[in-house]
T-cell receptor, first 110, second 112 residues
Framework: GEDVEQSLFLSVREGDSSVINCTYT??????LYWYKQEPGAGLQLLTY?????DMKQDQRLTVLLNKKDKHLSLRIADTQTGDSAIYFC??????????FGSGTQLTVLP | NAGVTQTPKFRILKIGQSMTLQCTQD?????MYWYRQDPGMGLKLIYY???????DKGEVPNGYNVSRSTTEDFPLRLELAAPSQTSVYFC???????????FGSGTQLSVL
């Protein structure tokens, strides 16, 4: 089955860049996803990347995909306190059912 | 559009009690899901449905039941609550064209 792994915690200073990493196992996924969960709320789709791309930029967000190593990363430029949240990487695999990583708790320090 | 609506937001149960977590969506999505979220464990799929009248087990279905009599509603039933079912439960839905999930705001359940 699919397996998605992420580190549990990341702390950065306000204004710095954050990089959240993820590894996955199923190479058949057409898209790979990043979700954001703010305290007390459900997950919201943050961004996604088509598996044929190696980079996608969306304002302060940059997604990098290394398909050979099955490695996905999310970079947040100029991190703000409002970016403090849990970030989940997810892949659908061949069954098109999303498997989520354990989530990375991002803490932005003033 | 309200999106995906879950009720209740919080609930405390005693061991052995039963309850139903409600989920409804107004986006006419065929696919609906129930996940549980435990600290540091990510989301685990409990049950899912690909359309009205069709349900399937996910990764952790034991102790739960679901039904899907309409496209809009996908209730999750706990028959004999156990402390191991203390968790945050999320309902989600999507259309058939891609895997983008829309989530409800969650139900925090404690079984004491």
């Amino acid at each position: 089955g699919e397996d998605v792994e992420q580190s549990l915690f990341l702390s950065v200073r306000e204004g710095d860049s954050s990089v959240i990493n993820c590894t996955y196992t199923d190479s058949s996924s057409t898209y790979l996803y990043w979700y954001k969960q703010e305290p007390g709320a459900g997950l919201q789709l943050l961004t996604y990347i088509f598996s044929n791309m190696d980079m996608k930029q969306d304002q302060r967000l940059t997604v990098l995909l290394n398909k050979k190593d099955k490695h996905l990363s999310l970079r947040i430029a100029d991190t703000q306190t409002g970016d403090s949240a849990i970030y989940f990487c997810a892949e659908p695999g061949s069954a098109r059912q999303l498997t989520f990583g354990s989530g990375t708790q991002l803490t932005v320090l003033p | 559009n309200a999106g995906v609506t879950q009720t209740p937001k919080f609930r405390i149960l005693k061991i052995g009690q039963s309850m139903t977590l409600q989920c409804t969506q107004d986006m006419n999505h065929n696919y609906m899901y129930w996940y549980r979220q435990d600290p540091g464990m990510g989301l685990k799929l409990i049950y899912y449905s690909v359309g009205a009248g069709i349900t399937d087990k996910g990764e952790v279905p034991n102790g739960y039941n679901v039904s899907r009599s309409t496209t809009e509603d996908f209730p999750l039933r706990l028959e004999l609550a156990a402390p191991s079912q203390t968790s945050v439960y999320f309902c989600a839905s999507r259309d058939g064209g891609n895997e983008k999930l829309f989530f409800g705001s969650g139900t925090q359940l404690s079984v004491l």
